[in-house]
């Protein structure tokens, strides 16, 4: 071998090194990519089985099949102030403690848990938000007129 093939694969090398440790291969980080929260794969399951107890599955998909965890991940990392965030957090970190728990359960400590904590009043608001705003809603439930809306000349007037 030359010496400049050896410097070459020495360098090609040492980038692949440097490339490789800088990558996270635990996957436990969540499924979108965020800028201010660190959400795991963890806080990612446990939001989508909360927003499926706010918005349960019935004629019409729940929370978690219309994606909302991920709805309520990117508003919470987008638009909330950081003390929010860091409330967000916090809660979430409690709710993981009463994760065990069966549904209804889990569903009653969120509802005793909104008297005295930001976490769920954000949860259900942000869940509200990307239930009312999502294309399932928006196409199926809600008619859309445009403005002015009909005209209908044959109305009696009673005078």
Same mark, same amino acid.
């Given at each position: 071998?030359?010496?400049?093939?050896?410097?070459?694969?020495?360098?090609?090398?040492?980038?692949? %090194?440097? %490339?490789?440790?800088?990558?996270?291969? !635990?996957?436990?980080?969540?499924? %979108? +990519?965020?800028?201010?929260?660190?959400? $795991?794969? +963890?806080?990612? *399951?446990? /939001? *989508?089985?909360?927003?499926?107890?706010? %918005?349960?599955?019935?004629?019409?998909?729940?929370?978690? $099949? /219309?994606?909302?965890? /991920?709805?309520?991940? &990117?508003?919470? +990392?987008?638009?909330?102030?950081?003390?929010?965030?860091?409330?967000?957090?916090?809660?979430?970190?409690?709710?993981? &403690?009463?994760?065990?728990?069966?549904?209804?359960?889990?569903?009653?400590?969120?509802?005793?848990?909104?008297?005295?904590?930001?976490?769920?009043?954000?949860?259900? *608001?942000? !869940?509200?938000?990307?239930?009312?705003? $999502?294309?399932?809603?928006? !196409?199926?439930?809600?008619?859309?007129? /445009?403005?002015?809306?009909?005209? +209908?000349?044959?109305?009696?007037?009673?005078?």
């Amino acid at each position: 071998m030359k010496r400049r093939e050896v410097i070459k694969q020495m360098f090609v090398m040492a980038g692949g %090194i440097l %490339i490789a440790s800088s990558c996270d291969f !635990t996957g436990k980080k969540a499924s %979108i +990519d965020l800028q201010n929260v660190d959400f $795991s794969a +963890d806080d990612e *399951a446990l /939001l *989508a089985r909360l927003v499926d107890l706010i %918005i349960p599955e019935s004629d019409s998909p729940g929370g978690k $099949s /219309l994606n909302l965890h /991920l709805f309520v991940m &990117k508003m919470v +990392d987008d638009c909330a102030s950081p003390e929010q965030q860091e409330a967000f957090l916090s809660g979430l970190k409690k709710c993981h &403690k009463q994760a065990e728990q069966d549904d209804a359960q889990l569903l009653a400590y969120l509802q005793k848990a909104s008297e005295e904590e930001e976490f769920p009043e954000i949860l259900k *608001a942000r !869940t509200l938000q990307g239930y009312l705003n $999502s294309e399932y809603v928006m !196409t199926n439930k809600l008619i859309y007129e /445009l403005v002015p809306g009909r005209y +209908d000349g044959a109305v009696k007037i009673n005078a």
